[in-house]
């Protein structure tokens, strides 16, 4: 279904507008016969109403004018905040054949906006912004081409500074460039609520695993003493560790089976977990991680 606007006629800057009580009827109940309306209560002493406020003016302009939003000062004009029933503000109505048909009060992110639009407007308004920095630094990352998911990731930050999926991928970034002091500050930024978001889980296992990064000439004399005595697990963990610090993950994964295979729960299963923190960094779909698996739970129930 077609709902773009005329907008040579419309003008970008007619697709957000200040309402008052007079002008509703005509901005609101009117205008919403030939398309969606947005009606976005506020007030100046509303903090969260500033968070959000910004956020839904982008998204309605990326709309290129299929949707405009009226702001409406509930300080100036309350008789519409009492018509509505509104209890908290932010508050937000979208209006269709002038009446209001769907609505959300609070603070919520771009994504949630975005869908709540095309949701009630029968239609697609593209990506946004945030969303096409997402997919080129997926892409990017997926391509091994570290310089771009940077940038790409960098600039996703700068238009949405608390996205928490945006600062995981940049850690990521900065671990495999040997940054990891950047890595662990960045982290530490992500709220303790979405610490079980699971592009921060593996980003965290991911510094975990380079702290633990050693270079060849540390890891020799580790493989010799193991090999001169198998059974000397500690060195052998250590051996495991530096390998898959160095993202030698097939070697130093066999050396985290062995350990079980000679003492399954050897200090307290830290084999096992430092195998998942591993399975976490090459993700659940990767072959390492499904051969792994497979050889964990032949050790485990066998």
């Given at each position: ?84 029933r509104v209890q908290s503000i932010p508050a ?73 999926d945006a600062k995981a991928h940049l850690a ?99 084999a096992r977990e430092e195998l998942l923190k ?25």
């Amino acid at each position: 279904m077609d709902m773009q606007l005329d907008t040579a006629a419309t003008g970008g800057s007619n697709w957000v507008t200040d309402g008052t009580s007079e002008s509703f009827n005509k901005d609101v109940v009117q205008a919403s016969s030939e398309h969606l309306v947005i009606v976005d209560l506020w007030a100046p002493w509303c903090g969260p109403c500033k968070q959000l406020g910004p956020t839904l003016e982008k998204v309605v302009n990326s709309a290129g004018g299929a949707v405009t939003m009226v702001k409406i000062d509930i300080d100036q004009n309350p008789q519409i905040a009492q018509a509505l029933r509104v209890q908290s503000i932010p508050a937000v109505f979208a209006f269709k054949n002038g009446q209001p048909v769907d609505g959300f009060m609070g603070v919520v992110p771009e994504s949630q906006i975005k869908e709540f639009i095309e949701k009630n407007m029968d239609g697609s308004i593209g990506p946004s912004p945030v969303e096409e920095a997402m997919a080129t630094g997926l892409k990017a990352l997926e391509a091994d081409n570290i310089e771009v998911a940077l940038t790409a990731f960098a600039e996703l930050l700068e238009i949405d500074p608390e996205n928490v999926d945006a600062k995981a991928h940049l850690a990521r970034i900065y671990i495999k460039l040997g940054e990891t002091d950047a890595a662990q500050a960045l982290l530490e930024e992500v709220q303790e609520e979405h610490k079980d978001n699971a592009n921060v889980s593996a980003a965290v296992a991911a510094l975990s695993l380079a702290l633990n990064a050693a270079d060849d000439g540390e890891l020799a004399p580790l493989m010799q003493q193991v090999e001169a005595n198998p059974d000397d697990l500690d060195t052998r963990f250590e051996l495991a560790k530096g390998l898959i610090g160095n993202e030698k993950y097939e070697e130093g994964g066999a050396q985290l089976i062995e350990i079980i295979k000679r003492e399954r729960e050897w200090n307290e299963n830290a084999a096992r977990e430092e195998l998942l923190k591993m399975f976490e960094v090459l993700g659940q779909m990767h072959d390492l991680t499904k051969d792994f698996r497979r050889q964990l739970s032949s050790v485990l129930f066998k």
